[in-house]
């Protein structure tokens, strides 16, 4: 099982990014997918999650509703991070994951992590 994030860089804040998180040693229909962050000097967070294809219901943080959205291309093995109206607050290391169990809002319920990829926000 792997998960492999990319597509992080250099944005000037109200600009967009999309992340994607490509998939590989199983199938990504059955797996909901997370992503989570880690801002410089705090402990990684959850940003948001996609539920497994059944339904493919989507959850965001307080802090990205509205701004982010979150989806899944089974065909592709992948599920991508929209990002847009990005502010310096969103700078953070981002990384997706695999659920495990439980509803997907803590990093305990994952079983698999890719590594992160970079996202900063700065003029």
């Known amino acids: 099982v792997q998960l492999q994030a990319s597509g992080g860089g250099l944005v000037q804040p109200g600009g967009s990014l999309r992340l994607s998180c490509a998939a590989s040693?199983?199938?990504?229909?059955?797996?909901?997918i997370g992503w989570f962050r880690q801002a410089p000097g705090k402990e990684r967070e959850w940003v948001s999650c996609?539920?497994?294809?059944?339904?493919?219901?989507?959850y965001y943080a307080d802090s990205v509703k509205g701004r982010f959205t979150i989806s899944r291309d089974n065909a592709k093995s992948t599920v991508y991070l929209q990002m847009n109206s990005l502010n310096a607050e969103d700078t953070a290391v981002y990384y997706c994951?695999?659920?495990?169990?439980?509803?997907?809002?803590?990093?305990?319920?994952?079983?698999?992590w890719g590594k992160g990829t970079l996202v900063t926000v700065s003029s």
């Open positions: 996609i539920s497994s294809s059944d339904s493919s219901s989507t």
């Open positions: 040693g199983f199938f990504l229909d059955y797996y909901a």
């Open positions: 994951a695999r659920l495990a169990y439980g509803l997907g809002f803590r990093e305990s319920e994952y079983d698999y």
